[in-house]
């Protein structure tokens, strides 16, 4: 007999994961695998039991998350394969040492286990990157990220020949009381006064996998498509339009005019020839899901060989690849389309400058000869296209996008604001239209598919947008379903006055996550019922997935989808939330740490930005020119005590009812910098805002609550991606 309490000791559960505990008990007693013996005791009927803890502890060798139960005396029973979480919920990627609460079944197969709920990440258990310093006492840790409180000392022993200013990772060693915390230097990543310092601490804190083992890049120099049937593109005048900087090209266009509207040819690398199920190189692959962007460097999904090499459609070169033929109405309306696989010889390569200026009338002279038969029948076939679009009505969300312009040696040049063509806006347009092809010919074949879902926003984010909106007198009824014509509406009714991007910031907060999935919801921000990516095998495992999809549903080749990536798509679909998310998070924290770097020598200055984010603890305020975010402690505000009104997206003290909002232009002065966490503080200069009729006071003096404190530098939330 076992009581409850000694199986939430046995199983280190506490707080709030007790409740979940009882429920579970309550579950498994129902389903027969407990048997109660007496109040609040249990004593197990099976092993496992179908409804458990789960501590995820490895990663097999084809990239799968495995799991086991978690009993009194630690993990028992098999190995659970992990595969997705149960019914139709949704949560975050776990990673190795999360615990949740789970489902267990088993077939001919093996066990294999779905999450229910994922209880929080055990971050201590995970290596942390700083610098390495040396006091009087011996060595410590200044921590990297701004998260991260603890003091953390380094014994001799565990320096592993690190010198002070150097740039480690390091484990955090277990410890029973709260004092200051031991540390073991796993590696060194190189030199704080490093100029890339900020990408090597990011690549290292999300662990990224950069280096490709020997296997791997051995298969890439050797990699040798099968043989199968393919068209013959190279008379066909397909142009890549790409970034000025860019090293791989995935897709080229063409369009030409015909008498029922235009024809759109849409090819793309042909990954699927070279990168072949359940060999070292798709494994790497999958275990990276995706490439990752920083301004000085880029951490390929694929081997140079491959992402740079045989499956980039160079210009001039041939290549094999994987195309889309598009039969598009003059009303932009997609009438038909077909997949096949080809051989192709792109005739330019153009930047997306290059291609705008040639439309424009100022073609250079290798757009020059392509203006009349590939450029204008490109714009003729988008401008239909276009049509189309604005009918469907997408999300309209915009967002300027900021460049850091690194030179040689790694310093930061300058921060330009992207610039946004109608060159831009073709190339995604006629992705879109692939991607949505992909999904509708899977469909029909009847094939599983790994689909790009985005859920429409959830009644919490509704409601709090409703609150915000009242108090720009502008009413949204709750209950009414959102639509993306109405959020449309309600931009272009701010659009050109000072409530503009508070406007833009609350709408795009009010949106959930893209991310990838077996089960399809539509895709809400481009208001389309399937979509599935196609279009970038070379940096996304999800396209590459469809690409065999679409290669087996066809009858393409003998290098489509295999039966284990078919039973496994609702873990990869996981998975690659999980690497894409990664990603975002580490691309994100690199800009942070390059921006500071950059306004390290401007201290004192004064600003212009806007307010983009509240906590308690005080306002975000991201800067005009560079984009960089700072934070504004509410206890420097004023004597008095501020406090974040949530449902009016205001930061407002308590005794005169002044107030600072969400989208408000200021002034601020940059007062520290701190280059290795990527943070910024700034004391604000511009005066509040009046406060609304009918304040009252709540009589708090500064002090009493968490705006009365001095707070840590934070940063808003990024552009999500489609």
């Given amino acids: 007999m076992t009581r409850k309490q000694d199986i939430a000791r046995g199983l280190d559960v506490k707080g709030r994961e007790r409740q979940t505990l009882r429920q579970i008990l309550k579950e498994m007693e129902a389903e027969g695998s407990l048997s109660p013996t007496g109040k609040r005791a249990y004593a197990r009927s099976d092993l496992p039991p179908p409804t458990c803890i789960i501590r995820f502890e490895r990663i097999d060798t084809g990239g799968d998350l495995v799991a086991r139960a978690m009993g009194k005396d630690g993990p028992f029973g098999p190995d659970l394969l992990f595969d997705g979480y149960a019914g139709k919920s949704r949560g975050p990627a776990p990673g190795i040492g999360d615990r949740g609460l789970a489902r267990l079944r088993q077939d001919e197969t093996g066990w294999s286990v779905r999450l229910i709920k994922l209880f929080e990440t055990r971050d201590e258990e995970s290596p ?128 030409q005019a015909t008498e029922t509207g235009w024809r759109v040819v849409i090819a793309i690398a042909d990954v699927a020839a070279y990168v072949t199920s359940e060999t070292a190189l798709d494994q790497e692959a999958r275990r990276r899901g995706n490439s990752t962007y920083f301004p000085d460097r880029v951490v390929p999904m694929l081997p140079l060989a491959l992402s740079a090499g045989d499956c980039s459609l160079k210009q001039d070169e041939d290549r094999l690849c994987f195309a889309v033929e598009l039969q598009i109405s003059p009303q932009g309306t997609k009438q038909g389309h077909r997949f096949f696989r080809a051989i192709m010889r792109s005739a330019a390569a153009l930047s997306y400058e290059e291609a705008q200026t040639a439309i424009d009338g100022y073609p250079s002279d ?71 092809a992909a999904a509708e010919t899977l469909e029909d074949k009847q094939a599983r598919l790994l689909y790009r879902v985005h859920d429409s926003p959830s009644d919490a984010k509704m409601a709090a947008l409703a609150d915000f909106l009242s108090t720009l007198d502008v009413k949204w009824p709750l209950g009414e379903v959102p639509q993306t014509g109405r959020f449309n509406r309600l931009l272009a009714d701010f659009d050109g006055t000072d409530s503009a991007e508070a406007i833009s910031e609350i709408v795009l907060r009010s949106q959930a996550q893209a991310i990838y999935s077996p089960d399809n919801i539509g895709h809400f921000g481009l208001n389309l019922l399937r979509y599935a990516h196609f279009t970038s095998p070379i940096r996304r495992y999800s396209d590459l997935i469809v690409h065999r999809a679409l290669i087996a549903a066809l009858g393409l080749g003998p290098d489509g989808l ?49 307010i983009t984010g509240m906590a308690k603890a005080g306002l975000f305020v991201r800067l005009a020119g560079t984009g960089a975010d700072g934070f504004v402690p509410a ?87 489609s």
Avoid: C
């Fill in 366 to 436: 290798r757009a020059a000869p392509l203006l009349d038969t590939v450029l204008r029948p490109l714009w003729g076939a988008y401008h239909a296209l276009e049509t189309a679009r604005q009918a469907r009505a997408p999300l309209a969300l915009d967002l300027p996008e900021r460049k850091i312009e690194i030179d040689a040696e790694g310093q930061v040049t300058g921060i330009r604001t992207k610039a946004r063509f109608d060159a831009h806006k073709l190339v995604e347009e006629m992705m879109i239209q692939a991607n949505v």
């Fill in 562 to 610: 295999s039966q284990a990536d078919m039973v496994g798509l609702d873990a990869l679909a996981t998975h690659l939330v999980m690497t894409e998310r990664r990603s975002m998070a580490a691309e994100r924290d690199a800009n942070d740490r390059y921006l500071a770097r950059f306004l390290a020598d401007q201290l004192g200055a004064e600003f212009e930005g806007r």
């Fill in 635 to 721: 206890a420097t505000l004023s004597q008095d005590f501020w406090h974040f009104a949530d449902g009016e997206m205001a930061m407002v003290a308590d005794r005169s009812g002044k107030r600072y909002e969400m989208g408000q232009e200021v002034t601020v002065r940059l007062n520290e910098v701190t280059p290795l966490e990527g943070g910024l503080l700034l004391d604000m200069l511009s005066p509040p805002r009046p406060a609304r009729p009918g304040h009252k006071t709540t009589g708090r003096r500064r002090g009493s609550g968490p705006a009365g404190r001095s707070g840590r530098q934070g940063k808003s939330k990024g552009r999500r991606r």
């Fill in 128 to 255: 942390l990157t700083g610098v390495y310093e040396t006091t009087g006492r011996g060595g410590r840790i200044r921590p990297a990220s701004r998260k991260e409180k603890r003091t953390l000392l380094v014994r001799e022993e565990d320096r592993n020949g690190a010198e002070p200013g150097d740039l480690v990772k390091v484990l955090p060693l277990p410890q029973r009381d709260r004092g200051p915390v031991r540390a073991r230097i796993l590696d060194i990543l190189g030199r704080e006064d490093d100029p890339r310092a900020a990408s090597l601490l990011a690549i290292a804190a999300h662990d990224l996998p950069v280096d490709f083992p020997d296997a791997v890049l051995a298969e890439a120099r050797r990699a040798s498509p099968a043989p199968t049937a393919r068209e013959d593109l190279r008379s066909l005048p397909l142009i890549t339009i790409d970034p000025a900087d860019a090293r791989d090209h995935d897709d080229a266009i063409y369009a």
